[in-house]
């Protein structure tokens, strides 16, 4: 219960960041509007895998892709569809919070290219 209780507070500090790069709620896996009773926040890289609810990681989808999608380790295109999604979440994460934690663990995935390595690491 306190695991449900922790990662529903790191969601829901993370639509704040999210917003401010996709206001229009598109899935970022199909590319479609989220009616907002559908609105879900998904790990690229499975939660099973990093075991963290970090920014550069985390994404709007559909909540019937994010049930779907399981633990499935995602496609080299989506890794770097999210790279390029980092960096531009960072050109607009920064100068609103700049000192903060969430833009600062965001800075530190693109400078040692995170997102890359870890779905190396997951890949085997």
Same mark, same amino acid.
């Given at each position: 219960?306190?695991?449900?209780?922790?990662?529903?507070?790191?969601?829901?500090?993370?639509?704040?960041?999210?917003?401010?790069?996709? @206001?229009?709620? #598109?899935?970022?896996?199909?590319?479609?509007?989220?009616?907002?009773? *559908?609105?879900?926040?998904?790990?690229? #890289? @499975?939660?099973? $895998?990093?075991?963290?609810?970090?920014?550069?990681?985390?994404?709007?989808?559909?909540?019937?892709?994010?049930?779907?999608?399981? *633990?499935? #380790?995602?496609?080299?295109?989506? #890794?770097?569809?999210?790279?390029?999604?980092?960096?531009?979440?960072?050109?607009?994460?920064? @100068?609103? $919070? @700049?000192?903060?934690?969430?833009?600062?663990?965001?800075?530190?995935?693109?400078?040692?290219?995170?997102?890359?390595?870890?779905?190396?690491?997951?890949?085997?």
């Amino acid at each position: 219960m306190a695991f449900e209780s922790a990662l529903f507070i790191a969601k829901a500090e993370a639509s704040s960041y999210l917003d401010l790069e996709n @206001p229009d709620h #598109i899935c970022f896996h199909n590319r479609c509007p989220i009616e907002d009773k *559908n609105l879900s926040i998904d790990h690229v #890289i @499975p939660w099973s $895998y990093l075991f963290s609810d970090d920014l550069w990681n985390l994404v709007y989808v559909d909540k019937s892709h994010n049930s779907a999608k399981g *633990n499935r #380790i995602p496609s080299q295109k989506t #890794i770097k569809r999210l790279v390029d999604r980092n960096k531009d979440l960072m050109k607009l994460v920064e @100068p609103k $919070y @700049p000192k903060d934690k969430q833009t600062e663990e965001l800075k530190l995935s693109i400078e040692r290219d995170l997102v890359q390595k870890s779905w190396v690491g997951c890949k085997g």
